[in-house]
């Protein structure tokens, strides 16, 4: 993610360590939880947006796992930074 410049010869970018994104698969759902700033960011970017018809092609380690819609975002019930956004697989009728 871009950030404030840290002087103005320099570009900054801010990136997550691994394990800092849990996710957890069953049969049709997926859920991640990854911190607010990178949900921010999939969001401002469109990668992921608020209509909860819009598909979303997940991939874990390069692997495609399918298109899903999100089902549920919640925000961290304590002073974490961690968001959990559930998704469900897109089901083909």
Known sequence: MLLQPYNNNTISYLQYPK???I????????VVKLPSMLS???FRT???TQDKSDQ????ISGKSIGKYV???FRYPKDHSD???IKFKKKKIL
């Open 19 to 21: 394990h800092r994104i």
């Open 23 to 30: 996710y957890d698969i069953d049969e049709d759902t997926v």
């Open 40 to 42: 921010l960011e999939l």
């Open 46 to 48: 469109g990668i992921l």
């Open 56 to 59: 979303v092609k997940l991939s």
């Open 70 to 72: 999100i089902d549920d």
């Open 82 to 84: 961690i968001i959990t």
